[in-house]
C-alpha cells in the first residue's frame, strides 16, 4: 500500500506546531467537505485531510508517524508496518465515520473502520444508508407511480468489499417535487451480525420534458404560432400532461405572452397546479415570391415600427 | 412492491445517526429543521429532506467544528444555491426553446 504524506496532505512542514496544523486542516475541511463541495473527488480529499488531522493532531500517534515516516517509509513505494508493529495510540476519537485508509489501519489498528455510523448494538453493525438518484418523469408525479429500481449495494465478505446488484419496484407517491428524498427501510447495505439493514434514500429528480417546463406546482408549455395567427387569432390543439385541449388564440396576441389553463399544472397539496401556455410566433422557413410580394405589400399597409422605444431614447 | 415512506421519527433518527436528543433539539431551536408533527420531543416527526439536511448539519458541526448559528447560515446558503442551480436549470431550459441554436 501506498505509504501517505500527512505533513503533504495539509500542505505543511513537518514541524509544524499543533495549533497552525489546526488552522491548515480547518481551511482545507472548509474547502473539500462533500456537504459543500459538489465535485466528485471532494469526499475522498476530505477523507484524506480529516485522516491526517486525526494522526497528527495526537501527540503519541503523531510521535508513532513520524517515527514510521523517518525510519523509510515515506521511501518505500509499497509500504508495509514493521513487523510486530503495534501502536500504543491506536484508540482514538471517532471523528468523521471512522471511514479510515487501508494506510491508516495497518499502523493504528483496524478497530477504528469496524466502527461505521450506525446504531451498534453488541451483535453487529447496521449496514450504512445509502443514497440514490431516482428520476422521475412528469406524467408520474400526477398520480403513484410504481417504478422499477436496480441499484448496487457494497457487502462485505471475508474482509473483502463485494458489490451486489438489487432490483427493486417501488411506489413513487403522487406530488413528488424535485430535490425531495423518499426512503426505503431496510433497503441499503445489510448489517453485519443480527444488526439490520440500512436504509435506502432515493432522491427525487424531475426528468426535463421535451414540451413541458416546470415553474413551482406550475407548468409552461411553448406554443409555436404563424405570424397571421398572432394578428388574426385562432383555436390551435395544446398538448397537456395527461391530454390534449383547445385553445383559443385572440386576435392580435405577442410574442411571449401567457395563456393560463386552470388546473393542468402538477399536484401540489392544495390540488393542482395550473399550466401556461406560451405563445411564439414562428416565421415559415421559405416563403414562394407571391407570399413575399403579399409580405411587401403588408408592410406599406401596416406601417410598423416595433423599436420606436430606442428611437425615442436617441 | 416495496412501500417507500417520506417520514422519520424523532427516535428513529437518533438511532440512526447516533445522536443524543439534546442535538435533535439544537437543531429545532436554530430553525436548520422543524417537525411536521408532535407536541412533545419523543412524538416528533420529521420529513424524509428534511431528516437529510439534518445530518448535514450534523456532520458539518462536527468535521468543522463551528457552532449552530454558523451551520444554522450555512444550511441556508446550501439551501439556496440548490435551489438557485435548480432555477438556473430550468430556466435555461425554457430560454432554449426560444432562442436558436447556434450555427442555425
Known amino acids: ?24 486542516y480547518r481551511k482545507l475541511a472548509r474547502k473539500y467537505h462533500p456537504d459543500v463541495n459538489p465535485e466528485a473527488d471532494a469526499e475522498d480529499k476530505f477523507k484524506e485531510v480529516a ?22 517509509g515515506q521511501r518505500q513505494a509499497d509500504f508495509e508496518a514493521p513487523p510486530g508493529w503495534q501502536s500504543a495510540a491506536g484508540n482514538g476519537s471517532q471523528h468523521f465515520g471512522g471511514d479510515f485508509s487501508e494506510f491508516f489501519n495497518s499502523i ?28 422521475v418523469f412528469l406524467e408520474e408525479t400526477i398520480s403513484d407511480a410504481s417504478k422499477p429500481l436496480e441499484y448496487e449495494l457494497p457487502t462485505f465478505e471475508q474482509g473483502q468489499t463485494r458489490p451486489i446488484r438489487k432490483s427493486l419496484k417501488v411506489t413513487i407517491p403522487a406530488g413528488v417535487v424535485d430535490g425531495q428524498r423518499i426512503r426505503l427501510r431496510g433497503q441499503g447495505v445489510p448489517g453485519q451480525g443480527d444488526a439490520p439493514a440500512g436504509d435506502l434514500y432515493l432522491h427525487i429528480r424531475l426528468v426535463p420534458h421535451p414540451v413541458f417546463d416546470v415553474e413551482g406546482h406550475n407548468l409552461m ?7 397571421w395567427e398572432a394578428a388574426l387569432g385562432a383555436k390551435v390543439t395544446v398538448p397537456t400532461l395527461e391530454s390534449k385541449i383547445n385553445l383559443t388564440i385572440a386576435p392580435e396576441s405577442q410574442s411571449g405572452q401567457k395563456l393560463r389553463v386552470r388546473g393542468k399544472g402538477l399536484l401540489s397539496k392544495t390540488g393542482r397546479g395550473d399550466l401556461y401556455a406560451v405563445l411564439k410566433v414562428v416565421m415559415p422557413d421559405s416563403t414562394s415570391a407571391e407570399v413575399q410580394e403579399l409580405w411587401r405589400t403588408l408592410a406599406d399597409k401596416a406601417a410598423f415600427n416595433p423599436r420606436t422605444q430606442w428611437e425615442e431614447k436617441q | 412492491m416495496t412501500s417507500t415512506i417520506i417520514q422519520i421519527t424523532v427516535s428513529e433518527l437518533c438511532e440512526r445517526e447516533e445522536l443524543s436528543r439534546s442535538v435533535v433539539v439544537q437543531l429545532v431551536h436554530y430553525d436548520i429543521a422543524q417537525p411536521l408533527a408532535g407536541s412533545s420531543i419523543e412524538d416528533w416527526i420529521f420529513d424524509v429532506t428534511t431528516a437529510h439536511w439534518m445530518q448535514r448539519a450534523i456532520r458539518l458541526q462536527r468535521d468543522l467544528d463551528i457552532d449552530w448559528i454558523a451551520v444554522a447560515m450555512l444550511i441556508d446558503l446550501l439551501q439556496e444555491r440548490e435551489q438557485l442551480s435548480e432555477e438556473n436549470q430550468r430556466l435555461r431550459q425554457r430560454l432554449g426553446r426560444f432562442l436558436m441554436e447556434d450555427g442555425s
Open chain 1, 1 to 24: 500500500m501506498e505509504f501517505k504524506d500527512y505533513y503533504q496532505i495539509l500542505g505543511i512542514s513537518p514541524d509544524t506546531e499543533t495549533p497552525d496544523i489546526k488552522k491548515a
Open chain 1, 51 to 72: 485522516e491526517a488531522w486525526e494522526v497528527l493532531k495526537d501527540k503519541d500517534r503523531r510521535a508513532e508517524y513520524d517515527e514510521l515516516r523517518r525510519y523509510g
Open chain 1, 108 to 135: 493504528f489498528g483496524g478497530q477504528f473502520n469496524q466502527e461505521r455510523p450506525g446504531a451498534s448494538d453488541g451483535f453487529g453493525i447496521r449496514g450504512q444508508d445509502i443514497e440514490i438518484e431516482m428520476p
Open chain 1, 221 to 227: 408549455v411553448t406554443v409555436p404560432i404563424a405570424p
